[in-house]
């Protein structure tokens, strides 16, 4: 029940009236009983500045950022943490003490997915990532800082794969892989990452690599959770490959939000559950 003591968090966003977050995040306050509400607001990319003014004047006590407001926010915060940084997007704000302090729990949200739900040692990976955008930088970068032995990078656009690697280079052995040298840099990898949207719905037949170019001493596993199954994940089951989907980076990225904003530890396995019950309603 909403009182005159609720503490309102929320999202930005433009749209944002198909987002998860909200059903998920109040899932996990009712749980909890901490006295928290979530609303998502759709701000322009105009109106972005009056809205970050807004969260201090009413009281805000966080927010999630997403599309397309998670750079462009970056300049009007008072502190930004060093991966968030590194990433070079925020999707998580935190007041305290009237100063809003930006995060990124992408990142950190698909490791502790990753390794939870695969059991996978983190240092023994050799990866390679389809995609370059924003979602691969976050995981790429939490990856590379986690110790991953080597990340090499399949995207369409040259370029953007290059601005990637050439930022994670001091950090991990990092490679490009040019077209025509996809089957190999797959062949010897032990983790596979799709960061890119094909395979998304509605274009659920389409994968980001050919099928011939999964084995089965690979872990699959691909960000997109709507399908929850996609064709690529399908595929690499059928093979024998160990699979992840991206409902774990969704649901974790949320809780570790959630930690940031109450200091308490979110009820996970009730978000996901909250989740997975409307992802599977959708689909019907
Ligand atoms: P983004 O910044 O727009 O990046 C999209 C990436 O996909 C780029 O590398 C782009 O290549 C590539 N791509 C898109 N369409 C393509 C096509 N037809 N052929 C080849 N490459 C294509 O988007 P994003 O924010 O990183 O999101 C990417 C995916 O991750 C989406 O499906 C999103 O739903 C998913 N995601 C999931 C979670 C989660 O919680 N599970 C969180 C964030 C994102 P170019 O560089 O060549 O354009």
Redesign the pocket.
Known sequence: MITSKTQLVGLFGHPVSHSQSPMMQNAAFSETGLGYAYAAFDVEPDNLEDAVAGIRALGLKGINVT?PH?VAIMPMLDEIDPLAKRIGAVNTVVIEDGRLIGYNT?GM??VRSLVEETGIELEQQIVTM?????????VAFTLAEKGVKEIRII???L???TLLAESLKSIVSTRIVEQGEGKEAIADASLLI???????LP?VN?M?VPKEWLHDQLTVSD????PLETRLLAEAKAIGARVH??????????ALAFELWTGKKAPTEAMRQIVLSQLTKTAE
Do not use: C, H, W
């Open positions: 599309i998670k992408d949200g698909y389809v995609g370059a955008g924003g979602a691969a930088r976050a995207n369409r656009s370029e953007r794969a799709n960061t890119t949207s094909i395979g998304m274009n389409e980001p960000l997109i959770y709507n989907s991206g409902v774990g980076m969704f649901v974790n990225q949320g």
